[in-house]
């Protein structure tokens, strides 16, 4: 019966992702949001809180006069460098403490003692030793992000089955093959869920980080916009942190779950 | 008629004087013996405690005895071991892979090249009756298509000993009579040594020319029971035949028998706690 290919056809049917254009209450989210705040600056004064399209012709402004793209830079730069390492130490870091015990003993304290302090209480004391700039908001980002990612990883490796492991090496896989073919696809998820994890930590880490100590960045703009009054460029950094992060789940977080969604959600 | 050019044939597995203890501590096996002959399907049975899961993992090469030898064809047997196959209890397929996937990931692992190990893996899927579910992913396939890819995944590095651990334990008894009957059909085919592990004394009668029955540790076996059931077998007349019925009623009594020897002191009782903890954490 499992031999016959009318019953597979009529299971693959089923299995095949079915793509059509389908309603989703999803497409009033943003514009309901839009719609509430236009209503409610119609009650304030354009100076206190503007209008959407004020602030759109605000970053209309910034882009063709060019002073956005500093800005942006900075905290382009700052978020691939702190989460960066923060990926690489966590990734090495997560995986040592999954496969060795000694390890994981010493090293889950410290996450817990590093994640009991808010990453921004950091700042005042690199910006002591390094100064206003790169390295200050780098450090700080690193600390936020790296702690929380080690555990999500450790917890990763640690789940995979002894049973799985030893199925690999009955079909004759040596050490290096069943990091490269079992570890690492099962703890795959648990890898994006850290980078999630550590993301989000690091851009907020990182905003807060630029309103205290940095000369540039969508931080820092949203800062001096509300140092001088200037509301619209209070909102306009407002919409680029949510864009900046709204731009890395779609482009980095979501093709990489795509690739296990299926095995592990079906 | 099995063809010759499928037929892998078995080996000779012996276990010469096995010694066994957890930590030196509690002692599962002193002194067992067990000689599979090549290409023999021998079952396994007994209460949970006895010493399965202790068996098989010497068996695989998981563990290793203190004293004596566990041995396939002369050599001591070491879990890659190209020879040995195991069918685990549990499906423990990758679900990252696809079903075929599966099956070439051993062959994968030896380094065979793609076209030749999809060419393998493909006739051990058509032989386990899964053709048309290559590239079904493993979360899509029934309890029963799961233990025939694993089956497959196993038979695909062609292994002369098959170790089966309670594969069918998880399905239902239907299905669980049609993988018997697929399990003899390949076996027939193929002509491995099997060493099948089972608490299930109807799958034991059916399915074994031999069947092992162990006792509580540190007994080892309990009984060897010859079969003359004769083959090919079918369900329908196997089962209901007269002489399933006597070695049925035979192993029901063993089985009580080993049960009833109970943990007798409380130093026993802790041991046997220490022991499943070890097991556990392994």
């Not at chain 1, 969508?218 to 942190?241: F, K, P, S, T, Y």
């Not at chain 2, 893996?121 to 899964?130: E, K, W």
């Not at chain 2, 590239?135 to 899509?140: A, G, K, Q, S």
Request: proline share 5%; charged share 20%.
């Amino acid at each position: 019966m499992l031999g016959n290919p009318q019953a597979a056809a009529d299971v693959n049917k089923l299995n095949r992702k079915v793509r059509r254009f389908e309603f989703s209450w999803s497409w009033f989210s943003i514009p309901s949001l839009l719609v509430v705040w236009m209503i409610t600056a119609t009650q304030f004064p354009a100076y206190i809180l503007p209008q959407v399209w004020h602030v759109a012709q605000e970053g209309y402004e910034w882009v063709v006069s060019g002073d956005i793209w500093p800005h942006l830079q900075g905290s382009f730069l700052e978020i691939i460098g702190g989460f960066g390492l923060a990926i690489v130490l966590s990734l090495i870091c997560g995986f040592v403490a999954g496969f060795n015990k000694g390890f994981r003993e010493y090293i889950v304290p410290l996450n817990g003692l590093f994640m009991a302090i808010p990453p921004i209480a950091w700042a005042p004391l690199m910006l002591i030793v390094f100064g206003i700039g790169y390295t200050t908001i780098i450090l700080v980002v690193l600390i936020s992000a790296v702690n929380p990612m080690i555990l999500t990883i450790m917890e990763g490796v640690l789940q995979i089955t002894s049973q799985e492991v030893r199925a690999a090496r009955v079909l004759g896989a040596k050490r290096w093959q069943l990091f490269v073919h079992v570890y690492l696809p099962a703890s795959l998820p648990f890898v994006t869920a850290a980078l999630r994890i550590g993301f989000s930590q690091a851009w907020r880490a990182l905003v807060a980080a630029e309103m205290i100590g940095a000369a540039a960045g969508v931080g820092w703009m949203v800062q001096v916009g509300g140092e001088i009054g200037n509301a619209r460029q209070v909102l306009l950094g407002i919409v680029m942190i949510g864009g900046f992060s709204y731009l890395f789940e779609r482009l980095l977080f979501r093709p990489i779950e795509k690739k296990y969604e299926v095995w592990r959600l079906a | 008629m099995p063809s010759e050019s499928e037929r892998i044939g078995g080996e000779n597995l012996r276990i010469d004087d096995l010694w066994f203890s957890y930590g030196g501590k509690l002692s599962i096996y002193e002194g067992l013996n067990l000689d599979v002959r090549p290409g023999e399907f021998l079952g396994v049975i007994g209460p949970s405690g006895c010493g399965k899961t202790t068996l098989l993992n010497l068996l695989a090469g998981f563990y290793e005895p203190e004293e004596g030898a566990v041995t396939l064809r002369g050599q001591p047997i070491k879990p890659e071991d190209p020879h040995l196959g195991y069918v685990f209890q549990q499906p423990t397929l990758f679900p990252w892979l696809s079903a075929i996937e599966n099956v070439e990931f051993g062959l994968r692992m030896q380094g065979m090249g793609e076209a030749e190990r999809r060419e393998r893996a493909q006739h051990y899927f058509n032989l386990v009756g899964l053709m048309g579910f290559e590239d079904y992913l493993i979360v899509r396939l029934s309890g029963g298509m799961q233990q025939r890819v694993n089956l497959a995944r196993a038979l695909a590095m062609e292994p002369t000993l098959l170790l089966m651990d309670e594969p069918f334990g998880a399905l239902d008894a239907i299905t669980r009579e049609t993988m018997n009957d697929e399990l003899l059909r390949i076996w027939d085919t193929l002509g491995q040594t099997v060493l099948f592990i089972t608490h299930d004394i109807d799958e034991a009668i059916y399915l074994s020319d031999r069947i092992c029955v162990l006792s509580r540790p540190p007994g080892g076996i309990f009984r060897m029971l010859d079969s003359e059931l004769p083959r090919p077998r079918h369900g329908p007349t196997t089962r209901t035949g007269e002489r399933f019925w006597g070695y049925k009623k035979s192993l029901i009594n063993d089985i009580a028998e080993v049960t009833a020897q109970r943990p007798t002191s409380e130093e026993e009782i802790a041991l046997l706690k220490r022991r499943k903890k070890i097991e556990e954490s392994d």
